[in-house]
């Protein structure tokens, strides 16, 4: 079971991913493990391959507010292909899980979580209002971990 978090710590709030990742290392149960990728779509199938359980955190951009988190069930339909495109990548995020889907390599249960971002400039820090969403996001991570524990 795997926690991945997608960003670009030079990149603002394209960060958000890697941070909530960082803050999980420690917290999760021992049967799960916790990855920081850049998003490419590549490393990610071959990341999630055989998991049964994966989470993913990424940096979205849906038009609402900065810090909205948005929770997707990847393993039940695609991603809204143009809210992911924080990435440099033109084989990212959305991609990777449609092309997961068509090989059947996705994980029986892929979750989502996109965090609302706004800034992107190289060199910039996190907003701290995409900070503040990191801990919220930390939180949802870890009760949506108790729920999938419970069911296993």
């Known amino acids: 079971m795997l926690v991945v978090g997608i960003g670009n710590a030079l990149r603002g709030d394209d960060a958000a991913g890697l941070l909530v990742a960082r803050s999980l290392r420690d917290r999760l149960p ?19 391959a055989g998991e049964d359980r994966a989470i993913v955190v990424d940096a979205v951009v849906t038009g609402s507010p900065t810090g909205t988190i948005h929770r997707f069930e990847a393993h039940e339909r695609p991603l809204p292909i143009d809210s992911f495109r924080g990435s440099s990548h033109r084989f990212g995020l959305a991609e990777a899980v449609e092309l997961g889907r068509a090989l059947g390599l996705l994980p029986k249960s892929l979750i989502v979580f996109g965090i609302e971002c706004g800034r992107w400039e190289v060199g910039s820090r996190p907003s701290p209002t995409v900070l503040e969403a990191v801990d919220r996001c930390v939180d949802r991570v870890l009760e949506e971990i108790a729920g999938l524990e419970a069911t296993a």
């Open 30 to 48: 021992p049967s799960w493990r916790v990855m920081e990728l850049d998003g490419e779509g590549t490393t990610l199938l071959e990341a999630w």
